[in-house]
Nanobody
Framework: QVQLVESGGGLVQAGDSLRLSCVAS????????MGWYRQAPGKQRELVSF???????NYTDSVKGRFTISRDNAKNTVYLQMNSLKPEDTAVYYC?????????????WGQGTLVTVSS
């Protein structure tokens, strides 16, 4: 069974930093894209950032210059370093993976990790 497990969320003050991690386990033959989404209370889930197998990255405008996504291919792990956090970054953060498993395409979601930024 392929699954994603996130960690690293918590309660911080504005200006602080957090690092989220997401580990993929199970039979994964290829990972094409790993990314992070977030969903704030009362809002739709939005893409925060993604990184491709080749290392290309993309960020939503509101986090550019503050967040950095990276991945460790050997560990099937993606990270999101979040600096200069703002109250508007408060949300549940979800890891997402797209790739190929055993005889099936994969699109997986983690269980979510809560990030709360106080002012």
């Amino acid at each position: 069974q392929v699954q994603l497990v996130e960690s690293g969320g918590g309660l911080v003050q504005a200006g602080d930093s957090l690092r989220l991690s997401c580990v993929a386990s199970g039979i994964i033959l290829r990972i094409d894209v790993m990314g992070w989404y977030r969903q704030a209370p009362g809002k739709q889930r939005e893409l925060v950032s993604f990184i491709t197998s080749g290392g290309s990255t993309n960020y939503t405008d509101s986090v550019k210059g503050r967040f950095t996504i990276s991945r460790d291919n050997a560990k099937n792990t993606v990270y999101l370093q979040m600096n200069s956090l703002k109250p508007e970054d408060t949300a549940v953060y979800y890891c997402n993976l797209r790739g190929r498993g055993w005889r099936t395409d994969l699109e997986l979601w983690g269980q979510g990790t809560l990030v709360t930024v106080s002012s």
